[in-house]
């Protein structure tokens, strides 16, 4: 095709605090010398699949259906991730791009497993439940995507050694040479890895984000090989930020001691007619059908209670209505916790209900998300090529509006979405 052609990169867990050091990278700069932007409110729950799945759908949870990372599977010690593409219940971007004609290649993009699109290669997780990595892969890939899985399969296949971000840099270079996709939309995840590890901020975060510059040397090494970087639009997105963690608050110990759950008291379900399924630094309560009304006093009244305490540092219980109207999140849950923020809504089984960075129990990661969008450092939206205006800032934009804005830079409709495209950006 003779159509510009997009090239959307997403640096999990970039924030706008960011830029300034990103800009003396020497990819990153490349891009950002006078790009387009927007600053970005993610959906709720800030998590890494609901909102990757907004930024191809234009769609939040309740409507494109990936509510969190994991699904809801109680008892399940590591619960399946959501990355199968069929689960998605709306079009996506990518969807209307084949429908119009277009090469259309996924590396390690969350949600993709599965699709049907002309390269492949997804981000998958719990692949000990599927076989394997060998035998998820060879599941999930396109037929082309399984070649290249195996041509780089070293890089991803034995622990500890797993580089996934040198593995999605390697295969996307491939890809952009040898495939030559009209649009490819590819996730790099160190940075992300860092802040989690080590918490938001620090000299780790600077390291990894000279990591992630040289993943993207090798992008663009390749696409300049190609001889089409002058007609390629180069999009760099990011997910969500990242809190400090202070302290895990663990609701499903509280449901224990109501009545509300049973555990074998090593950690294992047993039943539950309550059940919290954490989504970070927020959660997603559900409630079993069969709760006698009795039961579900005891557990309003366990609402009154961890909002009136202090020490839990629950700030807002909400229904599933009210989350769908203030943040479009919904889904086969009826409550959402909201944490303050860098208060992880725990849903383990076998620790204290309070847990505090500084206790000797304290366990994790000491940075997180799925916090509300409006805390903490924002994501972002940088972009670059025919489509954009060099410069052009649109300001403070929803998550859902960047998948319209990428299908108005390549020509197609996408009637589904709930955003608006920012036309501000584009040429």
Not at 366 to 382: D, E, S
């Amino acid at each position: 095709m003779n159509s510009p052609r997009l090239l959307v990169i997403s640096v999990d867990a970039m924030e706008d605090v960011d830029e300034a050091r990103a800009r003396t990278l020497p990819s990153f700069g490349r891009i950002l010398a006078d790009p387009a932007r927007a600053q970005i409110q993610a959906v709720f729950p800030t998590l890494t699949y609901p909102n990757h799945t907004a930024q191809i759908t234009g769609c939040p949870p309740a409507a494109s259906g990936i509510f969190n990372n994991v699904q809801m599977q109680p008892g399940v010690d590591h619960p399946d991730w959501f990355w199968w593409y069929r689960l998605i219940q709306v079009p996506t971007l990518l969807d209307r791009a084949v429908d119009a004609g277009m090469k259309v290649a996924t590396v390690q993009w969350p949600v993709t497993a599965g699709a049907p699109f002309d390269v492949v290669v997804p981000e998958i997780g719990n692949e000990d439940r599927t076989g394997g990595v060998e035998e998820t892969m060879r599941a999930a890939c396109s037929a082309r995507g399984y070649e290249l899985f195996e041509r780089h399969r070293d890089l991803i296949v034995h622990r500890p050694k797993r580089n996934h971000g040198a593995f999605a840099a390697a295969v996307a270079a491939d890809v952009l040479r040898e495939d030559r996709p009209d649009v490819m939309f590819l996730h790099l995840v160190e940075l992300d890895a860092a802040r989690h590890k080590d918490g938001p901020r620090g000299p780790h975060v600077e390291k990894a984000l000279r990591v992630v510059d040289g993943r993207l040397a090798t992008i663009l090494a390749a696409l300049d090989e190609t001889g089409e970087p002058e007609r390629t639009n180069i999009v760099i997105v990011s997910d969500h930020g990242q809190l400090d963690v202070v302290q895990h608050t663990n609701l499903n110990t509280l449901l224990a001691q109501r009545g509300l759950l049973e555990s074998d008291g090593e950690g294992h379900l047993r039943s539950w007619d309550a059940y919290v399924h954490s989504s970070g630094l927020s959660g997603q309560l559900f409630v079993s059908p069969e709760i006698s009304a009795v039961r579900r006093r005891v557990l309003e009244d366990l609402f009154d209670e961890i909002l009136a305490d202090p020490q839990y540092r629950i700030r807002k219980v909400w229904t599933a209505r009210e989350a769908r109207d203030a943040f479009g999140l919904d889904g086969p849950f009826e409550y959402v916790i909201e944490s303050d923020p860098g208060v992880i809504v725990g849903g383990a089984l076998d620790r204290r209900a309070v847990v505090r960075r500084g206790d000797p129990d304290f366990g994790g990661n000491l940075g997180n998300h799925g916090h509300h969008p409006g805390a903490g450092g924002q994501p972002v939206f940088f972009a670059t090529g025919p489509a954009f205006t060099p410069g052009a800032d649109a300001g403070r934009h929803r998550m859902i509006d960047e998948a319209p804005t990428l299908a108005r830079a390549l020509g197609v409709a996408l009637p589904d979405s709930w955003g608006q495209a920012m036309e501000e950006l584009l040429a």
